[in-house]
Nanobody, 115 residues
Framework: QVHVVESGGGLVQSGKSLLLSCVASGSIFGINAAGWYRQAPGKQRELVAGINRSDGTNYADSVKGRFTISRDDTKKMVYLQMNNLKPEDTAVYYC?????????WGQGTQVTVSS
């Protein structure tokens, strides 16, 4: 049974940084691709950043230049470095990991940015 767990969320002031982490456990196989998504109250879940097996990355326009997605295959972890946070970044952040063609979601971690 694969489990994906996010951590690193919290309450920060505008302009500060947070590092989100995501670990996939329960599989002997590594993460092929992963993405960080977020869902704000009353809004649909949206892709924030993705990384593929070749370490190619893509970002939502709203976070380009501020957020960086990365991975550590030896630890089966994916990270989201978030800099210069803005109140509009407030949301629950979810990690999705693809392992052998199957996709697994974490439970999410809350990020709240105060002005």
């Amino acid at each position: 049974q694969v489990h994906v767990v996010e951590s690193g969320g919290g309450l920060v002031q505008s302009g500060k940084s947070l590092l989100l982490s995501c670990v996939a456990s329960g599989s002997i196989f590594g993460i092929n691709a992963a993405g960080w998504y977020r869902q704000a109250p009353g809004k649909q879940r949206e892709l924030v950043a993705g990384i593929n097996r070749s370490d190619g990355t893509n970002y939502a326009d709203s976070v380009k230049g501020r957020f960086t997605i990365s991975r550590d295959d030896t630890k089966k972890m994916v990270y989201l470095q978030m800099n210069n946070l803005k109140p509009e970044d407030t949301a629950v952040y979810y990690c999705k990991a693809r392992i052998l063609g199957n996709e697994y979601w974490g439970q999410g971690t809350q990020v709240t940015v105060s002005s």
